[in-house]
């Protein structure tokens, strides 16, 4: 798929294919990259009191990192996931 299409997509859809396949294919540099953006995501989509939580917490970032595709946080995580889905068209 190029941008375009995967930008036509749901945030869910594309959290799911992206960590589906950064997970299938090991890729932990992409798993880290999203536990590092999201507290920045949280903190944009107006969950700052979680942004605190995640910071102090890496099961906290493991467990957002696997439920990041959900409502307003996974639409503030789109470009990640366009960017990352980009980059594997295969996924």
């Known amino acids: 798929m190029d941008v375009k299409e995967l930008e036509s997509l749901p945030a869910k859809e594309l959290h799911d294919r992206a960590v589906r396949y950064a997970v299938r294919h090991g890729d932990l ?7 590092k953006v999201i507290p920045a995501a949280e903190a944009a989509s107006g969950n700052s009191d979680e942004t605190a939580n995640d910071l102090s917490r890496v099961s906290a970032l493991l467990s957002d990192a696997i ?3 959900h409502g307003e ?6 470009p990640v996931y366009v ?6 068209p295969d996924a």
């Open 67 to 69: 439920g990041a595709g």
């Open 83 to 88: 960017d990352y889905l980009s980059k594997h």
């Open 73 to 78: 946080l996974g639409d503030a995580l789109r």
């Open 29 to 35: 540099g992409f798993l880290w990259d999203l536990l």
